[in-house]
């Protein structure tokens, strides 16, 4: 079945350090992907998205994912975490054709830790 | 920045009850969407909204469902008969094109009692 795998439920990272959200999908055709992030009690807010061309895209908040067709993944990475980025951390994918219905993962939750 | 605004931020209904979730979406998008989450569960598609007619809807979207735009700027979300397994999180998000982010609002909390 096509779908969008998040692979971490949890992850603590130390403020400061680095961090990387890992998304796999499984469609035949590569997806337009989109990372949104959700703190407690607000909507998704838009991180960053690829639809074609150079495969490392910069995002909000310091952010950045790197597609590899290879792997049908887009992994979302920071260099630096701020105690704010604790979140709950969404990779989405719009199929595209007919459908521009976005398909979500399971959701990664990251704790930073002082 | 222009946002997509939702109302009520959370709603509580008994079972069977009609409720309606209200969304103002951002004002030069042309394409509507609602999404829910049950709790602990990933955000699910429920129905686009395009030109004043439904372009896709989930196989959750029954007939229990509907979704309107009364006006030039609202857009609802209409459960006729509500069940317990209606409680979730209810998302609004609105885009200005048909691959374009779609940018969601801060989500109606829906309980059924």
């Known amino acids: 079945a096509q779908s969008v795998t998040q692979p971490d439920i949890h992850i603590t990272v130390s403020e400061g350090a680095s961090l990387e959200l890992r998304c796999n999908y499984s469609y035949g055709a590569t997806p337009y992907l989109f990372w949104y992030v959700q703190s407690p009690g607000q909507g998704l807010q838009l991180l960053l998205k690829y639809f074609s061309g150079d495969t490392l895209v910069q995002g909000i908040k310091g952010f950045e994912a790197e597609f590899k067709r290879s792997q049908s993944s887009f992994n979302l990475r920071k260099p630096s975490v701020h105690w704010s980025d604790a979140a709950e951390y969404f990779c989405?994918?719009?199929?595209?054709?007919?459908?521009?219905?976005?398909?979500f993962g399971t959701g990664t939750l990251l704790a930073v830790q002082p | 920045e222009p946002e997509v605004t939702q109302t009520p931020s959370h709603q509580v209904t008994q079972m069977g009850q009609e409720v309606i979730l209200r969304c103002v979406p951002i004002s030069n998008h042309l394409y509507f969407y609602w999404y829910r989450q049950i709790l602990g569960q990933k955000v699910e598609f429920l129905v686009s909204?395009?030109?004043?007619?439904?372009?896709?809807k989930s196989e959750i979207f029954d007939d229990q469902f509907s979704v309107e735009r009364p006006d030039g700027s609202n857009f609802t979300l209409k459960i006729r008969s509500t069940k317990l397994e209606d409680s979730a999180m209810y998302f609004c998000?609105?885009?200005?094109?048909?691959?374009?982010?779609?940018?969601f609002g801060d989500g109606t909390r829906l309980s059924i009692l």
């Open positions: 909204f395009y030109n004043n007619e439904i372009s896709e």
């Open positions: 998000a609105s885009s200005d094109d048909r691959v374009q982010p779609q940018h």
């Open positions: 989405a994918v719009v199929r595209g054709g007919a459908t521009n219905k976005l398909i």
